[in-house]
Antibody, heavy 122, light 105 residues
Framework: EVQLLESGGGLVQPGGSLRLSCVAS????????MSWVRQAPGKGLEWVSG?????????NYADSVKGRFTISRDDSKNTVYLQMNSLRADDTAVYYC??????????????WGQGTLVTVSS | VMTQSPATLSVSPGETATLSCRAS??????LAWYQQRPGQAPRLLIY???TRATGVPARFSGSGSGTEFTLTISSLQSEDFAIYYC?????????FGQGTKVEIK
């Protein structure tokens, strides 16, 4: 069974930083691309960032977070990270860790974590 | 841009629900559908426009290609009342539709 366990969410002031982590089990982690998808309260789903698998360095970001967020992965720890800097109120959302359906940046989202809530407020 | 219709669909248990998703430009068959029940994470239902994900009941079916796609849910069960999202993965932006809420009539 695939499990994706997120951590690192919480309350942060505007302009602050947070680092989300997601540990995966039940999959050959290095073989899959991993993504972060967020959902603002009462709103729909928004893809945030993705990191290709198989040792590929391809990293992609939504325009809304480009230059502020950084995705990384440590295949030795089966973990993907999202470093979030210069946080704004409109970054407030549940952040889901997602295992893509394959290794590339052009995949559907096969398995989802339960999400971690990030609240940006003073 | 992915556009879903209707925004809300009222259906009685046991009936069939038909949800639509339109892409602003052709995405071939790179279209997925997700279900999100209240308070839960989304769940993959359909990928490649018509392939059911592991464990998804046969009452869920997807069709279409290019710019027009349909998710059909036959014989609606109580656990099927949820929000459904389509998503294209023809490019790395992976854009979602705004969702269709299927509610009990």
């Amino acid at each position: 069974e695939v499990q994706l366990l997120e951590s690192g969410g919480g309350l942060v002031q505007p302009g602050g930083s947070l680092r989300l982590s997601c540990v995966a089990s039940g999959i050959t982690f290095s073989s899959f691309a991993m993504s972060w998808v967020r959902q603002a309260p009462g709103k729909g789903l928004e893809w945030v960032s993705g990191a290709a698998g198989r040792g590929d360095d391809n990293r992609n970001y939504a325009d809304s977070v480009k230059g502020r967020f950084t995705i990384s992965r440590d295949d030795s720890k089966n973990t993907v990270y999202l470093q979030m800097n210069s946080l704004r109120a409109d970054d407030t959302a549940v952040y889901y860790c997602v295992q893509d359906g394959g290794w590339s940046a052009y995949e559907f989202f096969q398995n989802w974590g339960q999400g971690t809530l990030v609240t940006v407020s003073s | 841009v992915m556009t879903q219709s209707p925004a809300t669909l009222s259906v009685s248990p046991g009936e069939t629900a038909t949800l639509s998703c339109r892409a602003s430009e052709s995405v071939g068959s790179t279209l997925a559908w997700y279900q999100q029940r209240p308070g839960q994470a989304p769940r993959l239902l359909i990928y490649h426009a018509s392939t059911r994900a592991t464990g998804v009941p046969a009452r869920f079916s997807g069709s279409g290609s290019g710019t027009e796609f349909t998710l059909t849910i036959s014989s609606l069960q109580s656990e099927d009342f949820a929000i459904y999202y389509c998503q294209e993965y023809n490019n790395w932006l992976r854009t979602f539709g705004q969702g269709t809420k299927v509610e009990i009539k």
